[in-house]
């Protein structure tokens, strides 16, 4: 077995145990190796969905008493989104009707059902989507609605984390714990961009929580859950949520145009480890390796060859393959990027003028 076919042996490995935190049903969408989940520690809580007056607590305090403030204030704004597959969650973005929840949650629907989390049924189409975000707009005829307030920037490491949706279909669940990480990636081969650049935290996160609040400490929402990773494959607390920034920025391209533009580079790149080094002479410690260079792409028509191990692009030190993600949605289709990368133990750089991945989807 080849150094890439180990390498992408090994993702597989890891990816079988990641479960979208979707909808919760007896045939869940994407890959869920089993339909049982066993709660972490944190606890689950319902509460009423009363409007407070309350002032939040400064944002230098993370008591966990600040919890039932910030529930009040935010879980008005998480809905129940049912399709046919069974049911998820989501997030209200604008007042004048619109949804925010995964892509894997609405499926293939044109049509699903909001449930508010005043108990109020409406339909609602599915206005956009992106596979690569995996965010989803939906549009519901009501207008007023209770639209919650996101972050434009990363929380903090360490801080508190209120995650607020339905899991397993119990409507109006909070569980609570802590960021635990920023810049997340789940191994795919490095295929799968909407699951890389995540917010990871402890807060316990199971099927059906999917496409709800990831709430910081100051009552915003920071985070869209999107998926977990299940006790079975001896995880504790593995939960993570794309970023209100990524969000929000798909969601505004989703409802002013229908999709998402995303700078296509054209590669299919695997993490270098030094292991891999050692045992396959690849030159490099770190960085990232070609594992293919794609048909007629930009990387292509710019002379990247497989085997190039990317070390930089542009000011970005390219350690991990979440780099090249989270550098490629600095940039727009047809910026032009400069790539440093090693070949044949020489470095060089190669001038790419990026795609549009959405035209080739």
């Known amino acids: 077995m080849g150094s890439v076919a180990r390498v992408r042996h090994g993702c597989a490995l890891l990816l079988a145990v990641v479960l979208a935190a979707g909808c919760?049903?007896?045939?869940?969408?994407?890959?869920?190796?089993?339909?049982?989940?066993?709660?972490?520690?944190?606890?689950?809580?319902?509460?009423?969905?009363?409007?407070?007056?309350?002032?939040?607590?400064?944002?230098?305090?993370?008591?966990?008493?600040?919890?039932?403030v910030i529930v009040k204030r935010t879980e008005p704004s998480v809905v129940s989104v049912v399709t046919p597959e069974g049911q998820g969650s989501g997030v209200i973005y604008r007042a004048a009707g619109f949804v925010i929840t995964n892509a894997h949650v609405a499926g293939n629907a044109s049509r699903v059902e909001v449930v508010l989390a005043d108990g109020q049924r409406l339909h609602a189409t599915v206005r956009a989507k992106t596979e690569l975000y995996d965010i989803a707009v939906l549009k519901?005829?009501?207008?007023?609605?209770?639209?919650?307030?996101?972050?434009r920037r990363l929380p903090v490491v360490g801080s508190l984390a209120v995650a607020i949706g339905n899991p397993l279909g119990f409507e109006n669940s909070v569980t609570a714990g802590i960021i635990s990480g920023l810049h997340r990636e789940i191994p795919a081969g490095g295929t799968t961009p909407a699951l890389v650049d995540l917010i990871q935290t402890d807060a316990a996160i199971s099927p059906g929580n999917s496409g709800g609040a990831l709430v910081g400490r100051t009552g915003q929402v920071v985070g869209i859950n999107v998926a977990y990773i299940p006790p079975q494959g001896g995880a504790v607390s593995l939960g993570f949520a794309i970023p209100a920034p990524t969000a929000v920025l798909a969601a505004d391209q989703l409802?002013?145009?229908?999709?998402?533009?995303?700078?296509?580079?054209?590669?299919?790149?695997?993490?270098?480890?030094?292991?891999?080094?050692?045992?396959?002479?690849?030159?490099?410690?770190?960085?990232?390796?070609?594992?293919?260079?794609?048909?007629?792409?930009?990387?292509?028509?710019?002379g990247v060859k497989s085997g190039d191990v990317i070390v930089k692009l542009d000011d970005r030190d390219i350690v991990v393959v979440e780099d090249i993600?989270?550098?490629?949605?600095?940039h727009k289709p047809g910026e032009t990027v400069e790539l440093e990368v090693k070949r044949n133990g020489e470095r060089k750089t190669v001038q790419v003028t990026l795609g549009n991945l959405s035209e080739r989807s």
């Open 255 to 302: 409802i002013a145009k229908g999709e998402v533009e995303f700078a296509y580079l054209g590669i299919r790149p695997v993490q270098v480890t030094p292991e891999m080094n050692q045992a396959y002479g690849i030159g490099s410690d770190t960085g990232v390796l070609v594992d293919e260079v794609i048909k007629d792409s930009p990387a292509a028509k710019a």
């Open 24 to 68: 919760q049903s007896g045939n869940d969408e994407g890959s869920k190796p089993s339909t049982t989940t066993v709660t972490t520690s944190t606890t689950t809580v319902t509460t009423s969905t009363t409007l407070t007056t309350a002032v939040l607590p400064s944002a230098g305090s993370d008591s966990f008493d600040r919890i039932p």
């Open 325 to 330: 993600f989270a550098e490629l949605r600095q």
């Open 140 to 151: 519901v005829e009501k207008e007023g609605l209770p639209a919650a307030s996101f972050a």
